[in-house]
């Protein structure tokens, strides 16, 4: 009886908790891939780590940070199945910490935004971006939120791949600080006030 008991309690799913959310960067491991655009994801959740004191670890599928902001645990991952599967790695650490899709937010980038401009929203395609489009796929449809940070798209035709996979420009490079921080703090606000106060407060025009 005891040991059926105890089977119970352990094999019972828990309920997600409302209070835990899942912030995911988007991007390449490996050091040929570090300072691309491809990998601001990435970037924005190391600023995010490093404001929350948060010690990155290596883990199944990717690299996980905790770290708490006004009463909420922000799990951050950096999928290490390189972005084109990212949705594995992404499904995997929901489930893991029991974490609701309402409480999820992807961090992108975005070519179809100039450098300097974010988007935030609760749902939408995958604007041509093979890593939502794994995650879409493999977690039940895109009604999650992201954070598209604009990489622009000067290039010439047939080189968007080698933009993309690309570094950043000198003049970029000098403004990306205060654009990845106000990024970091987007994704503190999401956690904190919710998805609509945050829209409105930090969508840029």
């Known amino acids: 009886m005891f040991k059926w008991l105890r089977n ?19 991007g390449n491991m490996g050091v040929k891939y570090d300072d ?37 645990t922000l799990v951050l991952l950096k999928p290490s ?46 604007g041509g971006h093979n890593g939502l489009k794994d995650i879409n796929n493999m977690c039940g449809g895109n009604n999650y939120a992201r954070l598209r940070f604009g990489i622009g798209n000067s290039f ?16 970029e490079r000098e403004k990306l600080p205060e654009l990845i921080k106000y990024a970091a703090d987007t994704a503190k606000s999401f956690a904190a006030i919710g998805l609509n106060f945050t829209m409105n407060t930090f969508n840029k025009k």
């Open 8 to 26: 119970w309690f352990t094999e019972t799913p828990q309920e997600p908790d409302p209070m835990k959310y899942l912030i995911v960067g988007l």
């Open 36 to 72: 691309t655009r491809h990998n601001v994801g990435f970037d924005v959740v190391d600023a995010l780590a490093k404001e929350l004191d948060a010690e990155w670890k290596h883990e199944h599928l990717g690299d996980i940070a905790k770290g708490k902001h006004k009463g909420r």
């Open 81 to 126: 199945t390189y972005m084109n599967l990212s949705g594995k790695s992404v499904r995997y650490w929901m489930n893991k910490e029991k974490i609701k899709k309402e409480n999820l937010l992807v961090i992108v980038d975005d070519l179809n935004l100039d450098f300097g401009k974010q988007r935030l929203r609760g749902k939408g395609s995958d």
């Open 156 to 171: 010439s035709k047939g080189r968007q791949v080698d933009f993309v996979l690309g570094e950043w420009t000198s003049e």
